[in-house]
């Protein structure tokens, strides 16, 4: 399975995904930057991605903790989400995201 | 504004779990130590960001929390009776006309000593700001992301912002002190300790403070002088008088001011040698996450290897001249006489 992420420089790179995986932690394991200082922990929104449209809706809906980090992100959009909150699954094969500025490392 | 001038064998920048296991492994070799750090708590990122997350690859401990590791860390360190300055940032670092390393903090605390060990991992932590336009000029005056002495809070108007632990013990802390406190967070539901959200329901309920469920939108006032905050509720936009406001919304790291210290850099991170974990910069060393060198991996294990490997080198700059003896601490009394368990 496949995600398509966009990176600062609006680059878009296809990345081979496995399930079970945090998109921040397959976004990393590619070498894309991604600062995701907290490592997975929802404890710094600094894997801050938009989502794309079409995928928005057919994500698993944020967490308290999500809302709580995405709420003061200067670069929030309504389809933001923190990648490492956003578990890879056969659902969501084919995956876009786009790096959003405040996760550039 | 020079505070205190003191005299140690290594200055630790940061006083995460590589920072406090270079005191250990500093002290077995007889080396005393300072640790400063941003933070009012040693631990780091383990502490400040995750100290609920279970670890599980720490050797001997299947499983250990980020504050359980501190806590085992403290505790392993307390023999060398390090000294801590917490609450303090490494402002600057020159060398002295003796050859030792100066280093001045942003309150004016001076150490010498001829080892640095940087272990500053991701950087310094700094509070995460609201987007609010121009709140830049209205900080330090109106606007603080941290409260440093209560009594600047005494007889205003003061609104908190957040939804975690800070937010909620100001808010309680401030109540008794101040004209008039209001708590802002985006939704009636809380990340902190249940009793404080309790209390400050309380306090609420009995009119002592106000608590409004919505979005921050816009400062206002003369800056720096702030005179509202706006919020925009389910019932419409709220104007809610202030002359101080607190944002806690947690915090982020910034490389900060070790990137003015004169080492190489690169991408932000402190190339070192992989015998000594020495930087470009003789008698200055970089372990844990904010050194990079082929192979690195940015493990706490990682840290705690090139902590024993630093302090070998370190030393040799501490006691020139003296033989270092290898020595386990399974056998040898001065270690276990160092260890106070001999």
């Not at chain 1, 995701?36 to 809906?61: I, K, M, N, Q, S």
């Not at chain 2, 009776?81 to 050859?99: N, Q």
């Not at chain 2, 100066?102 to 310094?124: L, Y």
């Amino acid at each position: 399975m496949k995600i398509s992420v966009t990176d600062h420089a609006g680059t878009e790179h296809e990345l081979e995904a496995l399930p079970g995986w945090r998109v921040m932690e397959i976004i990393r394991d590619w070498d894309l930057p991604i600062k995701a200082e907290c490592g997975g922990a929802c404890a710094c929104a600094t894997c801050h991605v938009y989502v794309d449209a079409a995928w928005f809706g057919r994500l698993p809906g944020e967490s308290e903790e999500e809302i709580d980090q995405l709420e003061i992100l200067a670069d929030r959009m309504p389809n933001s989400r923190l990648a490492c909150q956003v578990l890879m699954s056969e659902e969501l094969d084919g995956l876009k995201v786009t790096l959003a500025p405040g996760s550039r490392p | 504004m020079t505070k205190l001038h003191q005299e140690t064998d290594a200055i630790i920048i940061g006083a995460g779990p590589c920072g406090l296991f270079a005191v250990f492994e500093l002290g077995l070799l007889g080396l005393n130590a300072h640790l400063i750090d941003i933070l009012d708590k040693p631990g780091g990122q383990c502490a400040e960001l995750y100290p609920e997350k279970p670890i599980y690859d720490i050797p001997a401990w299947p499983v250990i929390t980020g504050q359980d590791l501190t806590d085992r860390l403290m505790e392993q360190i307390a023999p060398f009776s390090p000294t801590f300055h917490l609450g303090e940032m490494a402002e600057s670092l020159v060398k002295t006309s003796e050859g030792l390393w100066r280093i001045t903090t942003d309150v004016g605390t001076v150490i010498e000593a001829p080892v640095v060990v940087i272990a500053a991992g991701g950087g310094s932590f700094v509070p995460k700001k609201p987007t609010l336009d121009n709140i830049d000029a209205y900080e330090g005056e109106s606007v603080f992301y941290a409260v440093r002495r209560i009594e600047a809070f005494r007889g205003k108007r003061v609104v908190i912002a957040g939804g975690g632990d800070s937010a909620l013990d100001w808010t309680l802390n401030l109540q008794p002190v101040a004209a008039r406190v209001t708590l802002v967070h985006h939704r009636d539901g809380f990340r902190a300790a249940p009793h404080s959200v309790a209390r400050m329901k309380e306090l609420a309920a009995e009119g002592a403070i106000d608590f409004v469920v919505g979005k921050l939108n816009a400062l206002a006032g003369a800056a720096p002088q702030l005179e509202s905050v706006s919020v925009a509720t389910a019932k419409g936009d709220e104007v809610l008088i202030a002359d101080r406001f607190l944002a806690f919304f947690g915090l982020t790291m910034k490389l900060g001011p070790i990137a003015d210290f004169g080492l190489n850099l690169s991408e932000n991170l402190i190339p070192v040698d992989t015998e000594s974990f020495q930087t470009s910069v003789p008698g200055i060393f970089a372990i844990g996450d904010i050194n990079v060198y082929p192979g690195k991996l940015k493990l706490i294990l990682s840290g705690f290897h090139e902590a024993a490997l630093m302090s070998q080198a370190a030393f040799q700059i501490c006691r020139p001249g003296e033989r270092l003896r290898f020595q386990y601490t399974t056998s040898s009394t001065q270690l276990q006489r160092r260890l106070k368990v001999a």
